[in-house]
């Protein structure tokens, strides 16, 4: 089993910062992928941004030259730098990562979630 734990989140002003991190722990063989989504109200899960193994990032159109993703393979950890947040970024944020464990099987992952408020 794998867990993950996301933490970062917050209240923001308008043009603020934040930086999210996700850390992966337990039956870990190799990561694939690891990412992040969000969920704003009413609304579906939608993708921000995705980084590979091999450091190959994917991000959303709205956020590209905003958000950053970044891992640290040696401690399982994806971060998010969210800069210049505008009021339409506020959802729940939302780590996923694609694991094989131990036992070589490959699954998805989910955290459990950290608020994003951007708001004067």
């Known amino acids: 089993q794998v867990q993950l734990v996301e933490s970062g989140g917050g209240l923001v002003q308008p043009g603020g910062s934040l930086r999210l991190s996700c850390a992966a722990s337990g039956s870990i063989f190799r990561i694939e992928a690891m990412g992040w989504y969000r969920q704003a109200p009413g609304k579906q899960r939608d993708l921000v941004a995705t980084i590979i193994s091999g450091g190959m990032t994917n991000y959303e159109d709205s956020v590209k030259g905003r958000f950053t993703i970044s891992r640290d393979n040696a401690k399982n950890t994806v971060y998010l730098q969210m800069n210049n947040l505008k009021p339409e970024d506020t959802a729940v944020y939302y780590c996923?990562?694609?694991?094989?464990?131990?036992?070589?099987?490959?699954?998805?992952?989910w955290g459990q979630g950290t608020q994003v408020t951007v708001s004067s």
């Open positions: 996923n990562a694609h694991v094989t464990s131990t036992a070589r099987s490959t699954v998805s992952y």
